[in-house]
């Protein structure tokens, strides 16, 4: 599961990645190559259990997050396949004015560019469709398949719905359509996040629109910068406070995409290591063994579960299984976020 970061030149895209990612991207790199790295989800859950285990390490959950080419003012661009590769869409919205750093529509106009980069994602939906309806024409005279029939016809739904502006996430399509277009990674049918890359005074102006619309995030590049360079905790803490959060934006927005991936933590703890695991939401006990060790899931017999509050209030594992909070489950358990597991298996 990947986010691409894309957006227009001088967006900030680059500076959000190496936040997010701890990378530096390169001087070198070229104008059209993507990078990937992978990014850590702050969790308060892990620093608690590890509080509680005392343990010789940590590891926290990740998200990868691609680096797309910037999104030219005219033409396709090179983003546009790359972004296809990934499940979640990270837009970058300039909302900072900084006269030495241009921007290459002359002038600093949020909403301007947050549309005009939805029309350029919907219009590459739009050219994926008629190239795919034009090349189905020409086998036409062939005859279709039953696939290639339920590939056309889905596409006709998807540019009706185009054409009037609805992206694809949102418009009539079942589940049959879903199977037909399952592999043609349509940018509309994929979930946004809108991050606005401000400055102290757009902090406070885009936080209305925060609040109105789940999908914008709000995060400062550079005042994010400043906030890793403060050494004293309670400094720090005052800082986020003035500006109205409760920590980092690059934590919150990592955190955010996981979300938005449709991803959950469990956890296993003990004298070694606590650590996160990641797996889709709605995953079996199997499937998240197999995360562990695909021996696990292979010999899978039974998981035990503690859930999270019940082992913080009880303060250790074997005062949970006094109180009775152990749970036995089986191969049809669905893994709730927050479970803290111990798998039994047999290979």
């Not at 990078?35 to 390490?57: H, S």
């Not at 009037?164 to 418009?171: F, S, Y």
């Not at 927005?253 to 938005?260: E, P």
Request: net charge negative.
């Amino acid at each position: 599961m990947k986010a691409a970061i894309l957006g227009y030149e001088q967006a900030g895209k680059r500076s959000l990645f190496t936040l997010l990612t701890g990378r530096e991207v390169p001087p070198s790199r070229k104008e059209h190559e993507a990078i990937e790295g992978a990014a850590a989800v702050a969790d308060p859950r892990v620093d608690a259990l590890a509080r509680l285990a005392r343990p010789k390490r940590i590891r926290y959950a990740e998200t990868m997050l691609v680096l797309c080419p910037d999104v030219p003012l005219e033409g396709k661009g090179a983003w546009i396949e790359t972004a296809r590769g990934c499940d979640l869409l990270l837009v970058v919205v300039r909302a900072f004015h900084a006269p030495e750093v241009f921007h290459p529509r002359g002038s600093v106009d949020p909403e301007r560019d947050r549309s005009d980069l939805a029309t350029e994602i919907l219009f590459a939906d739009v050219d994926l469709v008629d190239k795919r309806l034009e090349r189905l024409a020409k086998e036409k005279r062939g005859g279709l398949s039953p696939l290639q029939q339920a590939e056309e016809h889905a596409l006709r739904k998807c540019q009706e719905a185009l054409a009037k502006g609805v992206w694809l996430k949102d418009a009539s399509l079942d589940e049959n359509d879903a199977k037909a277009l399952r592999n043609l990674g349509f940018l509309t049918q994929k979930p946004v996040l809108w991050v606005y890359n401000v400055d102290e005074e757009g902090v406070r102006a885009v936080r209305e629109k925060a609040h109105d619309d789940p999908t914008v995030f709000i995060v400062s590049a550079r005042m994010e910068r400043e906030i890793m360079a403060i050494e004293d905790p309670t400094e720090r803490r005052a800082f986020l406070e003035s500006l109205g959060f409760d920590r980092p934006g690059h934590e919150r927005l990592a955190a955010a995409a996981y979300d938005a991936l449709g991803l959950m933590s469990f956890y296993t703890v003990g004298p070694d290591e606590v650590r996160a695991w990641t797996i889709r939401k709605g995953s079996l006990a199997p499937t998240a063994a197999g995360k562990v060790h695909t021996d696990m899931e292979r010999g899978f017999i039974r998981v035990e579960i503690i859930r999270y509050d019940d082992l913080i209030e009880a303060g250790s594992e074997a005062e949970a299984r006094a109180r009775g909070k152990l749970q036995i489950r089986g191969r049809d358990y669905v893994i709730q976020d927050g479970d803290i597991c111990h798998f039994r298996f047999s290979v």
